[in-house]
């Protein structure tokens, strides 16, 4: 009898599969788990001692947020710098840090921002991408924003802007009035300040080379 081809043996596939599917299955709870652990959000403790988490925790407001460089990643990177005012304050506890950030996050969602907007990759592409809005020199202290809003600080002109954009028409495509309330755009400047502190590998691609926000300048 003519022996039989190994490719043909129906116990070699069943066997392989079995060793692919466990294989697989390992490799899949693994990157779960990896995965996990870096989205997981950091707390007030971190930022205190200088370790900056891939999501930071809420209390990252009451700090300076810039975009810069890492040569060895290849591409901008958040880097939280020293305490900075946020509405007057830079002492925001995380339940009061938190707490506006889960307005804003309530906010965004209630206004269905991604209708016109994308943020973290999600939304749509007929207005600006939002993920690193808060560090688009535009609302900086030299940008067009503060100026057109006639506020002193990136965040008062951030919530002037949402409160009243039908005001400062600024795009072809402008921003209608939602109706946003002063609590709510104070909710939204401080969820947007947060999403420009994660550690988003880069993305938006090349938005300090095309916004000139390197630097958080």
């Not at 116990?11 to 060793?19: K, L």
């Not at 460089?69 to 305490?83: F, N």
């Not at 999600?122 to 809005?133: S, W």
């Not at 002193?152 to 400062?168: R, S, V």
Request: aromatic residues 10%; glycine residues 10%.
């Amino acid at each position: 009898m003519a022996n039989k081809s190994v490719w043909s043996d129906n116990r070699f596939w069943q066997r392989s599969a079995t060793w692919v599917t466990g294989f697989a299955s390992i490799l899949l709870i693994w990157l779960t788990l990896d995965t996990s652990a870096q989205i997981s959000m950091g707390n007030d403790e971190d930022l205190k001692n200088g370790v900056q988490k891939r999501v930071p925790g809420p209390t990252v407001i009451n700090y300076k947020i810039t975009y810069e460089m890492d040569a060895k990643r290849g591409h901008e990177v958040p880097v939280i710098g020293e305490k900075e005012k946020f509405f007057g304050r830079d002492d925001y506890s995380e339940e009061e840090a938190g707490a506006l950030l889960h307005l804003g996050k309530l906010g965004e969602q209630a206004k269905n921002c991604m209708d016109c907007h994308t943020i973290l990759g999600n939304g749509a592409y007929y207005a600006p991408d939002l993920t690193k809005a808060w560090i688009d020199p535009a609302w900086g202290p030299e940008g067009a924003m503060q100026a057109l809003t006639g506020k002193n600080t990136k965040e008062e002109a951030m919530a002037e802007f949402l409160q009243h954009p039908d005001q400062y028409p600024t795009h072809a495509r402008m921003m209608p009035d939602l109706g946003i309330t002063a609590k709510e755009a104070k909710g939204l400047v401080a969820f947007l300040k947060h999403m420009s502190s994660i550690d988003t590998n880069g993305f938006p691609r090349n938005f300090g080379k095309m916004q000139g926000a390197v630097n958080g300048k």
